[in-house]
């Protein structure tokens, strides 16, 4: 039984390079949302999707940054012209969307911008 | 909006020890609440959930929390530590199917 999978654990990218995330949630999730934590801090929810469709991405930035999650596929988080303030742990999680909304957690990929 | 605070940034305590990690939040709805661990290194695995019911909710490794909805809180206790309980603790809050607001984390040390 799988939980969710977060690839590339570790990623280095110069600046002005595009990072791509990718997340598979767990078997039966069709709920995926992407959270950063920057170094000393909590995390911060980014973007929430159903398959196909964004439903809230309110803590996203709103340059550079994308999420997809298609019908077939990860999900992908999407980071144009990286700069060093980028660099952070970004994990992913998934749920069925009923009842508590219960959130599985990926291992995460941690971005290191040069 | 919801919030979340996490009293403590850092809790030092002694091997067998009791502690307590205090979280409160705001919102202006029924909410549920978690508390996440992390270990060094490591995504976040759920420690436990109130989603509704029995105010008191336990975890698997001894951790309980307490949801008191008229101070707002819930405060996660554990009567005796160990040293593998050496992590990271998220509280957080959520209105159901959406996203999940955190707190700023509590480092939980435990000493010999």
């Known amino acids: 039984n799988a939980g969710v999978m977060q690839n590339p654990r570790h990623l280095v990218r110069r600046r002005g390079q595009e990072a791509r995330l990718r997340c598979s949630p767990v078997?039966?999730?069709?709920?995926v949302y992407w959270y950063r934590q920057l170094p000393e801090e909590g995390l911060k929810f980014m973007v929430y999707?159903?398959?196909?469709?964004?439903?809230?991405e309110s803590g996203m930035p709103k340059e550079r940054f994308s999420a997809e999650f298609p019908k077939e596929g990860p999900s992908i988080l999407r980071i144009q012209q990286v700069v060093r303030g980028d660099s952070a742990a970004y994990f992913c999680?998934?749920?069925?969307?009923?009842?508590?909304?219960?959130?599985?957690f990926g291992p995460g990929t941690r971005l290191t911008v040069t | 909006a919801q919030s979340v605070t996490q009293l403590d940034s850092q809790v030092p305590v002694f091997e067998e020890a009791p502690v307590e990690l205090r979280c409160n939040y705001s919102?202006?709805?029924?909410?549920?609440l978690f508390w996440y661990v992390q270990y060094p290194n490591q995504g976040l695995q759920l420690l436990l959930k109130y989603l509704s019911g029995s105010t008191l909710v336990e975890s698997i490794n001894g951790f309980e929390a307490e949801f008191n909805k008229s101070q707002t809180s819930f405060h996660l206790r554990k009567p005796s530590v160990h040293i593998s309980d050496t992590a990271e603790y998220f509280c957080?809050?959520?209105?159901?199917?959406?996203?999940?607001?955190f707190g700023q984390g509590t480092r939980l040390t435990i000493n010999p």
């Open positions: 957080a809050v959520s209105e159901g199917a959406q996203k999940l607001v």
């Open positions: 999707l159903q398959k196909e469709n964004i439903i809230d």
């Open positions: 919102s202006s709805v029924s909410v549920y």
């Open positions: 078997k039966g999730h069709s709920h």
């Open positions: 999680a998934s749920s069925t969307g009923t009842g508590g909304g219960e959130q599985y």
